[in-house]
């Protein structure tokens, strides 16, 4: 079955500086894709970036880049010149193939400090 | 707009009184679904939907129903809601089941905010 892991509860960063949200996942799909949500107080689930796993280069969207490895089975969310409106809560998730849903982390509370 | 809309946003209710929760979509999508999100859990699901007359269970279906009459309606139904059911919930939609070669991002309502006492 699939998992999504991501151990860090939460996280400080200055603004300004570049941040790395962890994420770890185990599938047996031969091809999949994994997907970043960020979900600010409000409550909303805003769509960040994704990756499908035979995408050749690491995928970027603005100040968001993923770090991709797969043989370690990691995607690690970068925000760059991190802002205070990227205090949030950041999700990690994965689609098993042809189910339609998606498998959540726990999640990783990102609060960035003026 | 494009949008996943949920009513209501907010729900204080007591043990076993029937409700519903009611999503909408309007960008045609074919695949909807139910989540719950509760704190260190992450969101889980609860029902979705591949399309009309198409439902299937997902990851905690107890306590819940669901149907889908029309494309663009996916109501939650809490028959006889307990405490242990009090979470934010989610609906969302996508264009097609999300998978590594679609990269089709699922769109999410604001959620509901229910509490059952």
């Known amino acids: 079955a699939q998992k999504i892991t991501q151990t860090q509860p939460g996280m400080f960063v200055q603004e300004k500086e570049a941040v790395t949200l962890d994420c770890t996942y185990d599938?047996?799909?031969?091809?999949?894709?994994l997907f970043w949500y960020k979900q600010p107080s409000s409550g909303e689930m805003i769509f960040l970036i994704y990756?499908?796993?035979?995408?050749?280069q690491n995928a970027t969207e603005g100040r968001y880049s993923l770090n991709f490895q797969k043989a370690r089975k990691s995607a690690n969310l970068v925000i760059s010149a991190s802002q205070l409106g990227d205090s949030a809560m950041y999700f990690c998730?994965?689609?098993?193939?042809?189910?339609?849903?998606?498998?959540f982390g726990q999640g990783t509370t990102l609060q960035v400090k003026p | 707009e494009a949008q996943v809309t949920q009513n209501p946003r907010y729900l204080i209710t007591v043990t076993g009184k029937k409700l519903t929760v009611t999503c909408s979509q309007n960008?045609?999508?074919?695949?909807m679904s139910w989540y719950r999100q509760d704190p260190g859990l992450g969101l889980r699901q609860i029902y979705y939907s591949m399309n009309v007359e198409v439902t299937d269970k997902g990851d905690v279906p107890e306590g819940y129903k669901v149907s889908r009459k029309e494309k663009r309606n996916f109501p939650l139904i809490l028959e006889s809601p307990s405490p242990n059911q009090t979470s934010l919930y989610f609906c969302?939609?996508?264009?097609?089941?999300?998978?590594?070669?679609?990269?089709?991002?699922?769109?999410f309502g604001p959620g509901t905010r229910l509490t059952v006492l």
């Open positions: 599938t047996s799909d031969p091809s999949y894709g």
């Open positions: 969302a939609s996508s264009l097609s089941l999300a998978g590594a070669l679609g990269g089709h991002e699922q769109f």
């Open positions: 960008m045609n999508h074919e695949y």
């Open positions: 990756q499908g796993s035979y995408d050749q």
């Open positions: 998730a994965i689609p098993p193939s042809n189910t339609g849903k998606l498998i």
